[in-house]
């Protein structure tokens, strides 16, 4: 049987000792015999064995819940509900739960498909063997491409500045959607000191650095053309028009080690599934009509 915490467990846990020894005391009304346990087991029910790991798992989320010591009333009502659970399985496949219930079903089968592909999902990948994936998916690993902008700044002198340069910087975005020429929008409301020439090429990098995560955000949601709202900080408001967007560009293994490592683990996960399957597949006696109705 393999454990699983259920939001019920975990509320018995928490109306603490009295309700575990009135669980525990259960075991007096159900007729129990101590012998033919198996090493490595706590409790054999309908001949399914419940194994110690499952046990110590649960007795672990009980102190772990009661942040405290486990006691031997504890014990004792971990095991009975343990038994209770396997109990409670076994009813649910008499009863064709598995087949006739939707949930359990799916319930069923995730829990098979996580199974088979639980080795793979901790492997750590060495560097060998990442850069030889890296290398088999770099054409589907692209980013956003450089970008070229222009920038319109509005100063804020003081506190009380802060008002009314927000108000210029609405105002710069408005003429600008209406297709002013930036340039007079700059000569009018942008700060005297302001250098709003085209800038160099910029990658999402340097963007982010220069202007924040929230202008790259949109930056990268935008056309050529089009006008971000102002986005102050301390000592400006800025209003960033996007001039033009260089092809995607092949992003690095350096850059995105964590993502394709993760990549790696999810194929692996997928082959070890499909693995599994065809094992089961080849181990079963499947028919079936000729062709689906």
Same mark, same amino acid.
């Given at each position: 049987m393999r454990w699983v915490s259920r939001p019920e467990f975990f509320l018995w846990i928490g109306v603490g000792v009295g309700l575990a020894l009135a669980l525990? #005391?259960?075991a007096t009304h159900t007729r129990v015999a101590t012998r033919g346990v198996p090493a490595g087991s706590v409790a054999v029910?309908? #001949? +399914?064995s419940i194994s110690t790991a499952d046990y110590d798992a649960a007795l672990k989320a009980v102190g772990d819940s009661e942040h405290r010591p486990v006691t031997d009333a504890d014990k004792k009502?971990?095991? +009975?509900?343990l038994i209770d659970d396997e109990l409670m399985l076994q009813q649910g496949l008499a009863l064709g739960m598995v087949r006739g219930d939707a949930a359990t079903r799916n319930a069923l089968l995730n829990a098979v498909y996580a199974s088979a592909r639980a080795s793979a999902d901790a492997l750590v990948p060495t560097d060998a063997e990442l850069e030889k994936f890296y290398a088999q998916i770099r054409s589907q690993l692209v980013g956003p491409g450089d970008v070229r902008v222009r920038e319109l700044a509005v100063s804020i002198r003081d506190a009380p500045?802060?008002?009314?340069?927000?108000?210029r910087a609405e105002e710069a975005v +408005?003429?600008?959607?209406?297709?002013?020429?930036?340039?007079?929008?700059?000569?009018a409301l942008g700060s005297p000191s302001n250098d709003a020439s085209p800038s160099?090429?910029?990658?999402?990098? +340097?963007?982010?650095?220069?202007?924040g995560p929230v202008l790259l955000e949109r930056l990268l949601e935008m056309k050529p053309g089009q006008v971000t709202e102002p986005? #102050?900080?301390?000592n400006a408001f800025r209003v960033v028009v996007l001039v033009d967007r260089g092809p995607p560009r092949a992003l690095p293994l350096s850059e995105i080690r964590d993502h394709v490592a993760d990549l790696?683990?999810?194929?692996?996960?997928d082959d070890a599934f499909a693995a599994r399957m065809d094992e089961l597949r080849r181990a079963a006696d499947v028919r079936k009509v000729a062709t689906p109705p």
């Open positions: 525990g #005391g259960l029910v309908n #001949g +399914e009502a971990v095991l +009975e509900r500045d802060r008002a009314p340069a927000r108000a +408005e003429r600008l959607r209406r297709g002013e020429s930036f340039d007079a929008v700059n000569a160099a090429p910029l990658s999402p990098d +340097e963007i982010n650095r220069r202007f986005v #102050g900080d301390g790696y683990r999810r194929k692996a996960g």
